[in-house]
């Protein structure tokens, strides 16, 4: 294909595409968008490895199990994405399986894994019980660090209220010799420094387009160290605001980096494909253009 874009993070393997998942992702191919679909746990993970071998190029998986999965929870979508039609859901608790991960990972176009990490902004409940969520969540994203390890593929990391205990972690399994993504990075400019200082690249999503917070920490990241996501079908950027969000809308999120970092969208397209081959391995299949 003629590589334009990538959408380093979308979830069209979830269930707000079930009913047309491959119109959607045709869509983007043919506008030049490769994607890489992101699991959160085994079923995701699965289907997400379905559809890139379904597709002879520009669709590629990545496999793992999302800290939110750890417990049953209900999760009430934002007012926005429900109407967008994007539905709230009950999360199915999950205990990570090495073996069955492993599986999908060895698969050609898995490339990375996760999405893991920690995510402590809905905890609730006692210390105590904050607590033992806390070293759920660790013990797992540990065994995902080592899978990645075994398998020799980076890791998608989530992390939200939790940029620290992140840090430590990666720093004590010594992951920078692994690499990968802080997806949906959201923290400030002296976190961002540590994340790259480890070798790890920051994606941005749509998020970018309506609010400003971001602002500084993309002005200062190297424009070598920095991907374009979706998050889709969440996070919808200007000017699809109200919409369902999916990969065709990542040049959106191109556009708006070259505009913060004052910088001609040409270069910047050129550069985050380049940083997502380099960083996911993502092979001779595409080509950029």
Known sequence: MNLKLVDVHTHVNFNAFKDDGDEVIRRALEAGVAMILVGSQIDTSRRAAEYAAKYPEGVFAAVGLHPIHLDERHFDISEMEARAGIPSFNSRKEEFNYGHYKKLAGQPKTVAIGECGLDYYRMEGTEIRRLAGKRKQENTLRMQISLAREVGKPLMIHCRDAYEDMLRILNDERAGSIGGDIHFFAG??????????????????????????????????????????????????????????????????????????????????????RNAQKCFVLGTDIRRG
């Not at 609010?211 to 979706?230: C, F, H, Q, S």
């Open 188 to 273: 400030n400019w002296e976190i961002a420094r540590k994340f790259l200082d480890l070798g790890f690249y920051l994606s941005f999503t749509g998020v970018i387009t309506f609010a400003r917070d971001y602002d500084e920490v993309i002005k200062n990241t190297p424009l070598d160290r920095i991907m374009t996501e979706t998050d889709a079908p969440y996070v919808t950027p200007v000017p699809h605001r109200g919409k369902r969000n999916e990969p065709l809308y990542v040049g959106e999120v191109a556009k708006k980096i070259a505009e913060i970092k004052g910088m001609d969208f040409e270069a910047v397209r050129e550069a985050t494909v």
